[in-house]
Antibody, heavy 123, light 111 residues
Framework: QVQLVESGGGVIQPGKSLRLSCAASGFTLSSYAMHWVRQAPGKGLEWVAAISYDGSKEYYGDSVKGRFTVSRDNSRNTLYLEMNSPRPEDTALYYC????????????????WGQGTLVTVSS | QSVLTQPTSVSGTPGQRVTISCSGSSSNIGINTVNWFQHLPGTAPRLLIYNNHQRPAGVPERFSGSKSGASASLAISGLQSEDEAEYYCAAWDDSLNGSVLFGGGTKLTVL
């Protein structure tokens, strides 16, 4: 069955860097676009970034543009989110989610999500 | 980027029917499909409705979705206590470089 498992979360100081990973199994990662979505404490779901099936196109939310980078290694069945210069407001539970297709656009994430990895940005 | 507009909260008694609205614009709901998610904090969101009105396997028929123009709705009939959760709509937005928008979330309380 489809499984997505996030890892790499933890406590990080503002201005440092952190890389989140999302290990995919039960399907061919190279056939699907992927998303990162987060939920800050007491807040709603917020879309963070997306990447096309082959990594050729990336999309970012305004709040992380220029600071975060989404990437993927299809040979390792893994999605990544590089968090540079994180801020306290980036504290959240970060989820990876699968797109219905390979190209980003026209549709939001589908029904396959991981359980999330918690990132706390604090000095 | 603006969010899609949902009511903050709705409530109902067991067996009742409730609806949750999601208001967008011509650059998102008006031209793209809507998904609905049920979410309990700390867990993976559960897909209830995709492509505006379709239900994934395993989602009860009590959950239904519709879309008209730039607005969408989720209806839950035969309300049950386990339906108490946060509900989110989501759609792709074609403005600027493109993005996914989520509604602000609606807390459903079963009285």
């Amino acid at each position: 069955q489809v499984q997505l498992v996030e890892s790499g979360g933890g406590v990080i100081q503002p201005g440092k860097s952190l890389r989140l990973s999302c290990a995919a199994s039960g399907f061919t990662l190279s056939s699907y676009a992927m998303h990162w979505v987060r939920q800050a404490p007491g807040k709603g779901l917020e879309w963070v970034a997306a990447i096309s099936y082959d990594g050729s196109k990336e999309y970012y939310g305004d709040s992380v543009k220029g600071r975060f980078t989404v990437s993927r290694d299809n040979s390792r069945n893994t999605l990544y989110l590089e968090m540079n210069s994180p801020r306290p407001e980036d504290t959240a539970l970060y989820y990876c989610a699968r797109d219905p297709g390979g190209i980003v656009g026209a549709t939001p994430p589908s029904g396959h999500w991981g359980q999330g990895t918690l990132v706390t940005v604090s000095s | 980027q603006s969010v899609l507009t949902q009511p903050t909260s709705v409530s109902g008694t067991p067996g009742q029917r409730v609806t949750i609205s999601c208001s967008g614009s011509s650059s998102n709901i008006g031209i793209n499909t809507v998904n609905w998610f049920q979410h309990l904090p700390g867990t993976a969101p559960r897909l209830l409705i995709y492509n505006n009105h379709q239900r994934p396997a395993g989602v009860p028929e009590r959950f239904s979705g519709s879309k008209s123009g730039a607005s969408a709705s989720l209806a839950i009939s035969g309300l049950q206590s386990e339906d108490e959760a946060e509900y989110y709509c989501a759609a792709w937005d074609d403005s600027l470089n493109g993005s996914v928008l989520f509604g602000g979330g609606t807390k459903l309380t079963v009285l």
